[in-house]
C-alpha cells in the first residue's frame, strides 16, 4: 500500500548524541517535510524539501539537518546542537497540482532525551 | 503575529449532536487555503476538508463541512451527529499562495481537543 513509513516509532537518546529518523514515501510525491509537534501544541515547520537536492528551513531548523538524496526519501537528523530535542516528529509529502494539495502524513516518531 | 488562531482549547459535545470547532487567520496574500485535520491519541494526521479562497462554495465532505466567511477571515469546522470516534485533536492550517510550489509552507494552529460524550 502507498504511504509515508517513519521510523523508528520510538526513541531514546542521550544528551550530546545525534539521531536520524527516517521517513520514507512511495507516494512519488514531489514535496516532504518534517515538522516537530509538542505537547498539547500545534505543528511547527523544521524543514522543506519541494525537489531532490534542494531544501529549505522553515521556523526551527535550528539544530536540525536534512538530506533529499532521493525523491522518496528525506531523512531528519536531530543534532547536539537542538537544545530541547524531545518532542512528536511528523514527516508529511505532498503532490504538486492536485486540487488541494492537502499533506499526507507518517505515524510520527517520538524522541525522547534521557 | 499569529497567522493561524484557533480559540478553544477543549470542546465537549454530546453523541449524535453538531458541534463547531472555531478557526480564525491572518493573511495578505489573497490566494491562500485552508484546511482541517484530525489527530487521534495515536498521533497520525487525517485531512479532513479544504476550502480554497476563490472557492464560492462552502466546502462539504459527509458529516465534514467548513463554514468560509472570507470578510471575517473565518474558517470553523461543522461535525454534524457527533460519534465517539470522533474525539481526537484537530487542527486548522493554511497554506498562503497558488501554484505548484509556491505555498508549499501549511501553518498550522494549535488545535482544540474534542471529547465526544456518550
Known amino acids: 500500500d502507498g504511504g509515508i513509513t517513519q521510523s523508528p516509532k520510538y526513541l531514546f537518546r542521550k544528551e550530546g548524541q545525534n539521531v536520524t529518523l527516517s521517513c520514507e514515501q512511495n507516494?512519488?510525491?514531489?514535496?516532504m517535510y518534517w515538522y516537530r509537534q509538542d505537547p498539547g501544541q500545534g505543528l511547527r515547520l523544521i524543514y522543506y524539501s519541494q525537489i531532490v537536492n534542494d531544501f529549505q528551513k522553515g521556523d526551527i531548523a535550528e539544530g536540525y539537518s536534512v538530506s533529499r538524496e532521493k525523491k522518496e526519501s528525506f531523512p531528519l537528523t536531530v543534532t547536539s546542537a537542538q537544545k530541547n530535542p524531545t518532542a512528536f516528529y511528523l514527516c508529511?509529502?505532498?503532490?504538486?497540482?492536485?486540487?488541494?494539495?492537502?499533506?499526507?502524513f507518517g505515524e510520527g516518531s517520538r524522541l525522547t532525551v534521557l | 503575529a499569529q497567522k493561524i488562531t484557533q480559540t478553544q482549547p477543549g470542546m465537549f459535545v454530546q453523541e449524535k449532536e453538531a458541534v463547531t470547532l472555531d478557526c480564525t487567520y491572518d493573511t495578505s496574500d489573497p490566494s491562500y487555503g485552508l484546511f482541517w485535520y484530525k489527530q487521534p491519541s495515536s498521533g497520525e494526521m487525517i485531512f479532513l476538508i479544504y476550502?480554497?479562497?476563490?472557492?464560492?462554495q462552502n466546502a462539504t465532505e459527509g458529516r465534514y463541512s467548513l463554514n468560509f466567511q472570507k470578510a471575517r477571515k473565518s474558517a470553523n469546522l461543522v461535525i454534524s451527529a457527533s460519534q465517539l470516534g470522533d474525539s481526537a485533536m484537530y487542527f486548522c492550517a493554511m497554506r498562503e499562495g497558488v501554484g505548484e510550489t509556491s505555498g508549499s509552507r501549511l501553518t498550522f494552529g494549535e488545535g482544540t481537543q474534542l471529547t465526544v460524550n456518550p
Open positions: 476550502q480554497g479562497s476563490y472557492d464560492q
Open positions: 507516494l512519488n510525491h514531489d514535496a
Open positions: 508529511a509529502s505532498r503532490i504538486f497540482g492536485g486540487p488541494a494539495g492537502e499533506l499526507f
